[in-house]
């Protein structure tokens, strides 16, 4: 019988509809996860607070704190832990706003389970790949700029930041590529783990987030590069 995905890992899954939380409570379950479920914005923060856990499930309609808070406070404790939003929220204004907030992927409802269990699966593959890959070169210098990878903390000019997990993802694999021509689908499939048939519209989100980071010039970068109908290309020089 095969091994079930990441058994053990732990998901809370952030949800105020009952029926459809106890369904994907049951599946994820089924998967080999541990799930715990949070029915509301409060209990989601004390859980978060109190417990470990290896992935977050997030509606954004919720009572007291809504899904775009929770990601917020979530991002500025612990900016490692993927961050999936699931919503009945459709414009492409939300979908926006909780990736520029930290959310690393974006599904609205309804969905299909297996599309949903996939990302899941992508996004804990992609965490552990990244753990990996950031061990061999921990720290990358380039201009006025300092990434340290395991941390996810960035020297940028005169300020500091933290970046999120996807963030970071995204700028190693581009600096592990350096100088070659990378496709939105080939950086869907490596750092999302995703199919390219999904929008890449989200690629050009956290790109223009990268940019805001480490160009002098959002307007015409030097280090991180469009090409026309092609994709991105990383230089350092």
């Given at each position: 019988m095969e091994t079930k995905p990441f058994k053990e890992s732990k998901i809370l899954l952030v949800e105020d509809e009952e029926t459809l939380a106890l369904g994907l409570e049951f599946n994820l379950t089924d998967e080999g996860y541990k799930v715990e479920w949070a029915r509301d914005g409060k209990q989601a923060m004390t859980l978060f607070?109190?417990?470990e856990y290896d992935l977050i499930i997030l509606d954004i309609m919720l009572p007291f704190f809504d899904g775009f808070e929770i990601a917020k406070f979530i991002?500025?404790?612990k900016p490692q832990i993927p961050i999936l939003m699931l919503t009945a929220r459709t414009t492409p204004e939300d979908k926006v706003k909780g990736l520029e907030l930290g959310a690393d992927d974006y599904m609205t409802?309804?969905?299909h389970l297996d599309e949903l269990l996939l990302r899941i699966k992508g996004m804990l593959k992609r965490k552990m790949w990244y753990k990996t890959s950031s061990e061999t070169q921990p720290v990358?210098?380039?201009?006025n700029n300092e990434i340290d990878f395991e941390n996810l903390n960035a020297k940028c000019a005169s300020k500091k930041i933290i970046l999120t997990q996807r963030e970071a993802m995204l700028l190693k694999y581009?600096?592990?590529n350096k100088g070659k021509i990378i496709s939105r689908k080939e950086l869907l499939e490596n750092v999302w783990h995703l199919s390219s048939e999904i929008e890449t519209r989200t690629v050009d989100?956290?790109?223009?987030?990268?940019r805001k980071y480490f160009e002098p010039d959002t307007v015409n970068p030097k280090y991180i590069l469009s090409v026309r109908s092609a994709g991105y290309t990383f230089k350092d020089d």
């Amino acid at each position: 019988m095969e091994t079930k995905p990441f058994k053990e890992s732990k998901i809370l899954l952030v949800e105020d509809e009952e029926t459809l939380a106890l369904g994907l409570e049951f599946n994820l379950t089924d998967e080999g996860y541990k799930v715990e479920w949070a029915r509301d914005g409060k209990q989601a923060m004390t859980l978060f607070k109190t417990k470990e856990y290896d992935l977050i499930i997030l509606d954004i309609m919720l009572p007291f704190f809504d899904g775009f808070e929770i990601a917020k406070f979530i991002r500025a404790q612990k900016p490692q832990i993927p961050i999936l939003m699931l919503t009945a929220r459709t414009t492409p204004e939300d979908k926006v706003k909780g990736l520029e907030l930290g959310a690393d992927d974006y599904m609205t409802k309804p969905f299909h389970l297996d599309e949903l269990l996939l990302r899941i699966k992508g996004m804990l593959k992609r965490k552990m790949w990244y753990k990996t890959s950031s061990e061999t070169q921990p720290v990358y210098k380039f201009g006025n700029n300092e990434i340290d990878f395991e941390n996810l903390n960035a020297k940028c000019a005169s300020k500091k930041i933290i970046l999120t997990q996807r963030e970071a993802m995204l700028l190693k694999y581009l600096v592990d590529n350096k100088g070659k021509i990378i496709s939105r689908k080939e950086l869907l499939e490596n750092v999302w783990h995703l199919s390219s048939e999904i929008e890449t519209r989200t690629v050009d989100i956290f790109i223009s987030r990268l940019r805001k980071y480490f160009e002098p010039d959002t307007v015409n970068p030097k280090y991180i590069l469009s090409v026309r109908s092609a994709g991105y290309t990383f230089k350092d020089d």
